[in-house]
């Protein structure tokens, strides 16, 4: 346990250090949604009912934008082949940076996301519902998100390919995370979205540190 | 007693064959020495003997298992400095070498006294190549020998039977070529064991020296 706390540490205080990756991220995430009343009109019935799906895209798009980054400092310096030889299994390590990664980017978005709710004119009772959604999908996204960043090491334009690679499979946890917003807004109990979400988080817990453990073997060999 | 052995390794790179029918054993307290024209091998040789690549062929065996068998214990045991420093900018000498230690405090290690050291931990490691001063200097300030430095550290930080070192002495200035000497040879007389790849520029009393060129012609 400890060597696992030592990693998540370690790269925590790299995101806070550097502050590249937070600040990017949410700043991103702004940025998008407040583009989105200038593209479509401050029409505040449009907004209410476009907001959640709003919120759910630019926040997918943001997390994106620091995963090209999990493996591939750690790659450039020789870190990552210490990390494949510490004396714990390497899905361990991918599990650690992942959780890290999440602390640093995907926990602030579902934060800052009941703010941008408010532009978008999203109903407020339907905030707890909204960050509910979000902490539940981004770790989701994460882990699903680091199978391509395992991948893309060692190719030129890693970002590109990565965003090619994990958008396709980011779908599923959209389209739950949207359905539990919009059935919340109209006044039903969105449990059966969140559990699906939830059902999704630990699919992708099971398989994401084996399959990205995989793909940085490849790259190291 | 242990013992690190390799058994007719081949190595294929691509679609051609780097050594072929190469063996070593290295006894506890031992050194071997690779040498050999540039692309002979010896960064192949010291990856397959850490497990971070399998042998085309042949068998590297640690007291007679498979290294393969259980790649964890392996790594729990072996010390590998390549050519990559790992040195963090945004973190301290100190924090990036305290952190190379907590991630080698949970497996089973051998005691300290095992490994040649009175005792371990991120401070020895900094003191054992000089690096007390520059301990709160952030990595992204320190000249290429002093990131070199920083990396060797953790072989003093954390003990481990078994170095592999990979070039350890490029970028090294004289004087810590002589703290790298010494303590590989307190590794030693604590019965650890070094592999190490170099061009020279640093003698080893009593290494075995293994040329992978003569394994490079035989493969052709």
Known sequence: ?221 | MSLFTGHDLICIRGERRVFAAVRFSLPAGGALLLVGANGTGKTSLLRLMAGLGRPADGAIRWNDVDIAEDPESHNARLHFVGHGDAVKPALTARENVAFWAALRGGGDLPSPAEAGFAKAGPDAGLAAFALGPLASVPGRYLSAGQRRRVNLARLAAAPAPLWLLDEPVSALDSDSVARLRNAIARHRAGGGMVALSSHGGLEIPDAVTLDLTDFAAAAA
């Open chain 1, 1 to 221: 346990m400890k060597p696992f706390l030592a990693i998540v540490r370690r790269d925590v205080r790299l995101a806070f250090r550097q502050g590249t990756d937070t600040l990017m991220t949410l700043a991103f995430f702004v940025i998008a949604v407040v583009l989105f009343p200038f593209g479509v009109g401050p029409e505040p019935n449009v907004l209410a009912r476009i907001g959640g799906g709003v919120v759910w895209v630019a926040a997918l798009l943001a997390s994106m934008l620091a995963l090209e980054r999990l493996f591939q400092t750690d790659y450039e310096d020789g870190g990552l082949e210490l990390l494949a030889l510490a004396p714990m299994p390497l899905q361990i390590v991918v599990l650690a940076k992942v959780l890290a990664h999440w602390l640093a980017t995907g926990l602030p978005l579902a934060v800052v996301a009941p703010m941008l709710g408010v532009l978008m004119n999203v109903p407020p009772d339907v905030f707890p519902v909204l960050v509910a959604a979000l902490l539940l999908g981004t770790p989701t996204l994460s882990l699903i998100g680091a199978i391509g960043a395992g991948l893309i090491l060692g190719a030129r334009r890693g970002g590109v390919l990565l965003a090619l690679l994990v958008l396709p499979l980011f779908i599923p946890v959209l389209v739950f995370g949207v359905s539990a917003v919009e059935v919340a807004a109209q006044g039903f109990s969105p449990k059966a979205s969140l559990l699906i979400l939830g059902g999704l988080l630990l699919a992708a817990l099971a398989l994401g540190p084996w399959a990205a453990a995989a793909a940085i073997r490849q790259a190291l060999e």
